[in-house]
């Protein structure tokens, strides 16, 4: 059995299959199973047959399940676009025992299927080319992979690495990540900040997040405070009251921005507030009042 992966999914073209993909949503399982089977028998020439079949593993009804499951299994040749890799995450993550099985054995064959083809793809002379690569490993869920394309000389390539890292968000990339955060390019730098934020600035982390609040480029220190308002307060506090006193105006408004969560229940955070009154920026000393009110 080949199983391949394209990150465009296809719809069923030909009319009769129309018509049993319409039946797919029947409320008689009866009626569902006979059209699922009849999209079986149509094989390879019926496109978005995999995605179909991968989204039945997710049927009401067992049988439908259990047709769905047994096509994955035994079809020569499918294909699953990214709507596919969908159904077959969550049939991993919640389905029975069998359908749980096949979802897995499916996506332990497509990484390793798409492994090669992918690799190829992250060492292509065109940046496009590695950025598409990188987001078909991203969306296989393939973590390792990913982390492989974090050296690539293109910005647009580590950018992707970085916001893909972050919808995985899987413990195995936070190495990386933090790799990203010391990055040379600051661009690079505020995609690895803001996948840090997204993820919750994990301990692993927070330590490079808050080197960046003493960046050299006010866009990293600003996007640093602005994570920051995503840690935990015992993290995020005391580089935020320094930022406080940056001398680029947006770095400090952000960093108020940030610490207006914690003016309720940190003293400390009264006090540095209560300082920035006296901000020679009047759009500064507005927002503090709002933070303290």
């Given at each position: 059995m080949t199983i391949t992966h394209t990150t465009e999914t296809t719809d069923i073209l030909d009319t009769g299959a129309h018509e049993d993909e319409r039946r797919l949503s029947d409320p008689d399982p009866t009626v569902?199973?006979?059209?699922?089977?009849?999209?079986?028998?149509?094989?390879?020439?019926?496109?978005?047959?995999?995605?179909?079949?991968?989204?039945?593993?997710?049927?009401?009804?067992?049988?439908?399940?259990?047709?769905?499951?047994?096509?994955?299994?035994?079809?020569?040749?499918v294909y699953l676009g990214d709507?596919?890799?969908?159904?077959?995450?969550?049939?991993?993550?919640?389905?029975?025992?069998?359908?749980?099985?096949?979802?897995?054995?499916?996506?332990?064959?497509?990484?390793?299927?798409?492994?090669?083809?992918?690799?190829?793809?992250?060492?292509?002379?065109?940046?496009?080319?590695?950025?598409?690569?990188?987001l078909g490993l991203v969306a296989l869920r393939a973590v390792t992979e990913v982390a492989h394309a974090a050296d690539d000389p293109a910005r647009e390539v580590r950018i992707a690495v970085a916001e893909g890292l972050a919808r995985l968000a899987d413990p195995a990339g936070l190495p990386v990540l933090e790799e990203l955060l010391a990055d040379h390019d600051p661009v690079v730098r505020m995609a690895a900040i803001d996948a840090a934020a997204d993820l919750g600035v994990p301990e692993p982390l927070a330590g490079r997040v808050i080197t960046s609040v003493a960046h050299?480029?006010?866009?990293?220190?600003?996007?640093?405070?602005?994570?920051?308002?995503?840690?935990?307060?015992?993290?995020?506090?005391?580089?935020?009251?320094?930022?406080?006193?940056?001398?680029?105006?947006?770095?400090?408004r952000t960093a108020v921005q940030s610490l207006e969560q914690w003016a309720g229940d940190r003293p400390e955070v009264v006090t540095a507030l209560t300082e920035s009154l006296a901000d020679p920026d009047p759009g500064v000393r507005t927002q503090v009042r709002w933070a303290l009110a």
């Open positions: 569902r199973a006979a059209a699922l089977s009849s999209l079986i028998l149509g094989g390879e020439a019926v496109r978005g047959l995999g995605d179909t079949l991968a989204w039945a593993l997710a049927d009401a009804d067992e049988r439908v399940r259990g047709i769905a499951a047994t096509a994955l299994r035994d079809l020569p040749e709507d596919g890799v969908r159904a077959l995450l969550l049939a991993v993550a919640d389905g029975e025992s069998d359908v749980r099985e096949t979802a897995g054995n499916l996506l332990r064959t497509l990484i390793e299927g798409a492994a090669e083809l992918y690799d190829q793809g992250l060492n292509d002379g065109e940046t496009q080319v590695r950025i598409q690569a990188v050299t480029s006010w866009q990293v220190r600003k996007r640093a405070a602005l994570a920051l308002g995503k840690a935990d307060a015992e993290i995020a506090v005391r580089p935020l009251i320094r930022a406080l006193r940056d001398r680029i105006v947006d770095v400090r």
